[in-house]
C-alpha cells in the first residue's frame, strides 16, 4: 500500500508554488486543482486564451465537481503560459494526438513540455509524465532530454498515466490505483507524497512498463467494444436480440461482454491502441477491433436506411430528414473528441439525406446542433447515437407529432422500444434482428 504520509504538505494558501502542472487540458487541470487542495499550484499552458479564461474564472469545458473544486482551490492555483523555475516538482500532461499522416503518436507536444522543463530543472527535481504515449517514450525520448538539458545533478523521473474517466474524472482520479512507473523507491516515495489526493493504491513497475499498462487497458476495452459489435452484427442475422443474449452470457462468472454502439469515441480508446502497435509487426487482433469499431457508423446508417425504405419514406418527393440524438462521444457528457456522430453525419449527408441533430449537453460542435422540437420538426427518422439519460425521458407521442414518419433507430439500446411502439413508431435497435 502506497504511503499516505505527505512530506510535501505546504500550509498555508499562501506558501511559493512548489508543483508546476505543464499542459491544462482534460487530465491537466483537474489534477492541477487536486494538487492544489494541500499545496500552491502553477498551471501552465501555451494557449494564451485558456491562461486568460482560467484567470477570469472560466474553465474551457464541463466536468462534474470541476467548478466547484476550482472555486475553492482558486487562492493556491495560479496559470502561466511559462514554465516556473522556483518549483521543485514538473507534472507534464500535454496532448498526443495521433498523426493524421503516418498514424503514429504525433510527440510533438511532449518533446517539447520536456525541453522547457528541462531548462527550468534544479538537482533533486522531480519530472512526472502523465499523457498517454507509446512504450518506450520515457526511455527513449523523455529521460534523454532530461538529462542532455537538465543539470548535472541527479533529477528523479516517473510515467505515471491517469485512469479517469470523462463525466466522471474527479472521483476516478482520487479513489483509481495508479501504476507507477519509475527507476527506485526513492522516486516512488516522492510520488506518493506528490498524489496525495489519491486514495487508492500506486504500483511501482518500470517506465516502459507503465506506458504499455495504459495502452493494454483501452486496448483491452477497444476489443472487447468490437467484439460486442460484432455479436451485434450476428445477432440481427440470426434474427436474435444481442441484448437479451448479453444479459444471459454476463450471468456467468467469467464473461463480460461490453455493448454494442455506433461506433468508439473520445481521445482514448480510438487511438491508443495504434500507440501499442505502431512500432510492431506482431499485432492482428487490435487492428482489425478498430476496424470493426470505425465500421459502426456504417452499419448504423444501413440500419437507417432499410427502416426508411421499410417504411416507404423513399417515396415522397422531398429528401428524407433524419435527426441524430446525441453528438456527444458517449453519455451525459458534453465532450466531442472522435464522436462517432460526426462520421455517421458525414455519411448520411453523402447519401443525400437532410441531417439534423440535437445534443442536450454540447454547445458547440462542427455540425449545427438544435433544440429537440426544431431537430424532430418534419423529419422522417430519429437515430439515437449518444446514450445521454436525457433522451430516455423523452415523450414519444410529443416528439412524434412533429415529425413526418414515425421512425426511430437506437443504436444504443437506450430507449424502452414497446414504449415507442405504442406511441406508433417503427423501431430498430442495433442488435436486434427481430421482426
Ligand atoms: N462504448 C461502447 N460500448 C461499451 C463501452 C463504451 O460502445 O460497452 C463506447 C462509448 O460510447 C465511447 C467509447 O466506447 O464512445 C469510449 O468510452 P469509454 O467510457 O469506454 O472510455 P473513455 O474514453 O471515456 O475513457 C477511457 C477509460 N478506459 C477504460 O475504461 C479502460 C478510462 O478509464 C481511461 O482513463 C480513459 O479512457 C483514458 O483517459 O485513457
Given at each position: 500500500m502506497a504511503s499516505r504520509t505527505s512530506e510535501r504538505r505546504r500550509g498555508p494558501p499562501d506558501a511559493s508554488p512548489t508543483v508546476a502542472v505543464v499542459g491544462l487540458g482534460y487530465i491537466g487541470l483537474p489534477t492541477a486543482l487536486l494538487l492544489a487542495r494541500e499545496q500552491s499550484v502553477v498551471g501552465v499552458d501555451i494557449d494564451e486564451e485558456k491562461v486568460a479564461d482560467i484567470r477570469a474564472g472560466r474553465l474551457p469545458f464541463e466536468e462534474p465537481g470541476l467548478d466547484r473544486l476550482f472555486a475553492d482551490v482558486r487562492d493556491r492555483f495560479r496559470v502561466q503560459t511559462t514554465v516556473p523555475d522556483a518549483v521543485d516538482t514538473y507534472l507534464i500532461a500535454v496532448p498526443t494526438p495521433l498523426d493524421k499522416?503516418?498514424?503514429?503518436?504525433?510527440l510533438s507536444y511532449v518533446r517539447a513540455a520536456t525541453e522547457t522543463v528541462a531548462d527550468a530543472l534544479d538537482p533533486g527535481d522531480l519530472v512526472v509524465l502523465e499523457s498517454t504515449v507509446p512504450p518506450g517514450t520515457s526511455e527513449q525520448l523523455v529521460q534523454p532530454i532530461l538529462d542532455a538539458r537538465g543539470p548535472s545533478g541527479e533529477i528523479r523521473y516517473a510515467y505515471c498515466p491517469e485512469r479517469a474517466s470523462p463525466g466522471d474524472t474527479l472521483h476516478e482520479m482520487v479513489h483509481n490505483d495508479r501504476v507507477v512507473g519509475c527507476a527506485d523507491e526513492a522516486t516512488q516515495s516522492r510520488i506518493d507524497g506528490l498524489y496525495e489526493f489519491v486514495e487508492g493504491e500506486n504500483f511501482l513497475t518500470g517506465p516502459t512498463e507503465a506506458e504499455f499498462v495504459k495502452l493494454m487497458e483501452n486496448t483491452y476495452r477497444d476489443v472487447n467494444i468490437a467484439l460486442a459489435n460484432e455479436f451485434a452484427l450476428l445477432a440481427e442475422d440470426y434474427g436474435i436480440d444481442v441484448q437479451e443474449t448479453t444479459e444471459l452470457a454476463n450471468e456467468h462468472p467469467r464473461v463480460n461482454v461490453h455493448y454494442a454502439g455506433p461506433g468508439v469515441g473520445g481521445h482514448c480508446l480510438p487511438i491508443d491502441p495504434q500507440f501499442l502497435t505502431q512500432?510492431?509487426?506482431?499485432?492482428q487482433l487490435v487492428s482489425t477491433a478498430r476496424d470493426i469499431n470505425n465500421s459502426m457508423p456504417v452499419h448504423a446508417l444501413h440500419l437507417v436506411r432499410s427502416l426508411l425504405s421499410e417504411t416507404n419514406?423513399?417515396?415522397?418527393?422531398?429528401l428524407p430528414q433524419v435527426t441524430l440524438?446525441?453528438?456527444?462521444?458517449?453519455?451525459?457528457?458534453?465532450d466531442t473528441r472522435r464522436t462517432p456522430a460526426l462520421k455517421l453525419h458525414r455519411l448520411a449527408k453523402n447519401e443525400g439525406y437532410d441531417v439534423r441533430a440535437n445534443d442536450?449537453?454540447?454547445?458547440?460542435?462542427?455540425i449545427p446542433l438544435e433544440s429537440m422540437t426544431d431537430a424532430a420538426d418534419g423529419s422522417d427518422c430519429l437515430v439515437v447515437v449518444t446514450d445521454h439519460?436525457?433522451?430516455?425521458?423523452?415523450d414519444p407521442d410529443e416528439i412524434g407529432s412533429a415529425m413526418r414518419h414515425r421512425n426511430v433507430v437506437d443504436t444504443r439500446g437506450l430507449l424502452d422500444a414497446d414504449r415507442w411502439r405504442d406511441a406508433g413508431f417503427t423501431v430498430r435497435r442495433l442488435g436486434d434482428g427481430r421482426r
Open positions: 499522416l503516418t498514424d503514429v503518436a504525433n512500432s510492431s509487426t506482431a499485432s419514406v423513399f417515396e415522397q418527393d422531398s440524438l446525441g453528438v456527444a462521444y458517449k453519455g451525459d457528457v458534453d442536450p449537453h454540447v454547445e458547440d460542435f462542427e439519460d436525457h433522451y430516455t425521458e423523452l
